[in-house]
């Protein structure tokens, strides 16, 4: 069957878990750009077992501006990101295969279903997932922000939604969780340090209303113990988010009395 004349991009760092699945998935895509950002398991090794994978080394500068490099790296201008812990099945490639890629001001949103412990969450603001992830790199491109960096979408591109679905191989459980809230929380310090306030008292309060509308609003409660856990989780984010741009803003306003 003749390859889809789509590159699909990806960053990896330690992915080797899900990569091989991922990229079995993916095998009727005609390119796949990787860019490894250091890993130090088997990921790189699994990368290049694939004939339809380019792979690419670079340190880590932040989300928004990798994925826009990885993207002008693609031999196709139409380009699907995705993560290394993302499956896709086979009935979402079908739907991507017949898309009519001369409608070139258009971009697609893919529903997402995230997973924690090997079990799908539809409640915690989890569900539903819609992410942005196919575009015309002429159109569309992502923003230059370090972390939840997301793509800009102008006017004239109109945002469509597919009916088909991939999984999300999130988080294998609370480690996994700790670990991405410590790096997702400095990098959001890093980004918004002299930019935006923070105090004790206003993390404080970001982490509670994360959590009451995550267990409460958001239904968390009716998947027992593991809602709890990811409310519990998207509180402590919220309140590690303003506690650690409160220091740094701190840190900054010291440094700039001391210059004087």
């Known amino acids: 069957m003749k390859k889809i004349p789509i590159s699909v ?7 080797e878990r899900y990569l091989n699945q991922c990229l079995q998935a993916l095998q009727d895509f005609d390119e796949i750009v990787i860019l490894d950002n250091g890993s130090t398991d088997n990921s790189v090794a699994i990368a290049e077992s694939f004939p339809n994978v380019s792979l690419y ?9 990798m994925k826009n490099m990885v993207a002008e790296k693609a031999k196709y201008d139409w380009i699907l990101n995705i993560d290394c812990d993302e499956i896709f099945n086979s009935e979402l490639v079908e739907e991507i295969r017949q898309l009519d890629l001369s409608q070139t001001q258009k971009a697609y949103a893919i529903l997402r279903i995230n997973h924690y412990r090997g079990k799908p969450i539809k409640t915690c603001g989890w569900y539903p997932d819609f992410v ?16 939840h960096e997301s793509l800009d979408i102008p006017k004239k591109v109109t945002l469509i939604r597919l009916n088909g679905y991939f999984n999300h191989y999130s988080f294998e459980g609370a480690a996994g ?3 991405k809230m410590q790096k997702y929380t400095t990098l959001f310090a890093e980004q918004q340090c002299g930019k935006r306030r923070a105090s004790i008292w ?5 982490g509670v209303t994360a959590f009451f509308k995550s267990y409460i609003i958001r239904r968390g409660f009716l998947d027992g113990a593991d809602g709890f856990v990811i409310s ?16 740094a803003n701190q840190a900054k306003l010291m440094q700039k009395n001391s210059v004087r």
């Open 57 to 65: 080394k670079s340190s880590f500068f932040g989300f928004g501006p």
């Open 177 to 179: 969780l700790i670990s």
């Open 202 to 206: 206003g993390a404080i309060g970001h």
């Open 232 to 247: 519990m989780g998207n509180g402590t984010g919220a309140y590690y988010k303003y506690v650690k741009l409160y220091e």
């Open 132 to 147: 942005k992830r196919l575009y015309h790199r002429k159109e569309v491109h992502f923003n230059d922000k370090q972390v």
């Open 9 to 15: 991009t990806m960053m990896i760092k330690d992915g």
